[in-house]
């Protein structure tokens, strides 16, 4: 049985300095969970606009269910985005569009009662009705479904009370180099190390794992057991890291569905985030000889 993987949060158009690319944290994550062998959906929500049309067309194309793409009378999201010299990106993102109206009926909380995985972030849930939204869908996952907090902080769009609210469900935290100082802060984690600050993390919200992903340099995986698997970032030619993260949690996620080891899974999320950086956006097909290792 092929494993039903979810993404909930924003769509938008990432508007890069060589043209607009179709992203948003959740659909990146359901596109590269398709791509390893699920059965992937993205809930989300478009305006009834023009940009609103492409966008389904362009979800069509990229083979990720478009059943639960809702379409209401805000603008389409466009986030505008500028890349350094080492492709890094920085995000403005427009305020009041489609996605801060995300509603969960009964096709949503249906869609999410036999799903083996649910993945969200907090950038989603600045809007009180997008969050109410987000949060009644992971409460209707089953007990069984893994649950993937993928923080996804950006500009000033997050606060204690709903990443708290978010982590109180979550099985795994994804977070990076620049959220970590941002979540000790706010929860008042103490530890000297990071090591020290994962812990805390573990044992306080009673998580399974914590993925970190420290752009060029490495990516670590703790456990209750603490650290469990340690990956040097490979040296590639990077175009932009735009949905690199994305890439990464979908592709680990997938493969310990799948059966992998928690190394195993690391790894191939490791070479698949590093083929994503060479491409310009988020979305682009994995190439058959890494879809083969999947």
């Known amino acids: 049985m092929r494993n039903k993987i979810i993404g909930?949060?924003?769509?938008?158009?990432?508007?890069?300095?060589?043209?607009?690319?179709?992203?948003?944290?959740?659909?990146?994550?359901?596109?590269?969970?398709?791509?390893?062998?699920?059965?992937?959906?993205?809930?989300?929500?478009?305006?009834?606009?023009?940009?609103?049309?492409?966008?389904?067309?362009?979800?069509?194309?990229?083979?990720?269910?478009?059943?639960?793409?809702?379409?209401?009378?805000?603008?389409?999201?466009?986030?505008?985005?500028?890349?350094?010299?080492?492709?890094?990106?920085?995000?403005?993102?427009?305020?009041?569009?489609?996605?801060?109206?995300?509603?969960?009926?009964?096709?949503?909380?249906?869609?999410?009662?036999?799903?083996?995985?649910?993945?969200?972030?907090?950038l989603a849930q600045r809007s009180a009705l997008s969050r109410e939204s987000v949060l009644s869908m992971v409460k209707a996952a089953p007990g069984s479904c893994l649950k993937v907090f993928d923080i996804n902080i950006r500009q000033h769009y997050y606060d204690r009370e709903t990443i708290e609210a978010s982590l109180e469900y979550a099985d795994v935290l994804k977070l990076n180099e620049d959220e970590l100082p941002v979540v000790c802060s706010l929860f008042g984690i103490t530890g000297s190390s990071v090591l020290e600050q994962m812990d805390e993390l573990i044992r306080r919200f009673s998580l399974k794992y914590v993925v970190y992903t420290c752009g060029s340099a490495c990516s670590e995986v703790y456990g209750a057991e603490g650290l469990l698997s340690h990956i040097d970032t490979p040296q590639v030619k990077v175009a932009d890291t735009v949905g690199a993260?994305?890439?990464?949690?979908?592709?680990?996620?997938?493969?310990?569905?799948?059966?992998?080891?928690?190394?195993?899974?690391?790894?191939?999320?490791?070479?698949?985030?590093?083929?994503?950086?060479?491409?310009?956006?988020?979305?682009?097909?994995?190439?058959?000889?890494?879809?083969?290792?999947?």
């Open 8 to 122: 909930i949060g924003e769509v938008v158009w990432d508007c890069l300095p060589n043209g607009r690319k179709l992203g948003g944290a959740p659909l990146n994550f359901a596109y590269f969970a398709l791509q390893c062998g699920a059965d992937s959906y993205a809930v989300s929500a478009v305006g009834n606009d023009e940009l609103g049309r492409e966008t389904l067309e362009a979800i069509a194309k990229s083979g990720v269910d478009l059943s639960y793409i809702q379409v209401n009378e805000l603008p389409t999201s466009r986030v505008l985005v500028t890349v350094d010299a080492e492709g890094i990106p920085q995000y403005e993102i427009l305020k009041d569009v489609a996605w801060d109206a995300i509603r969960c009926s009964s096709a949503e909380t249906d869609l999410m009662k036999d799903a083996s995985a649910v993945c969200w972030g907090s």
């Open 245 to 294: 993260g994305d890439s990464f949690t979908a592709v680990f996620i997938s493969s310990l569905l799948g059966g992998r080891t928690l190394a195993q899974a690391h790894e191939l999320a490791v070479k698949v985030s590093a083929f994503v950086c060479t491409k310009e956006g988020a979305i682009n097909p994995i190439p058959e000889s890494l879809l083969a290792e999947l």
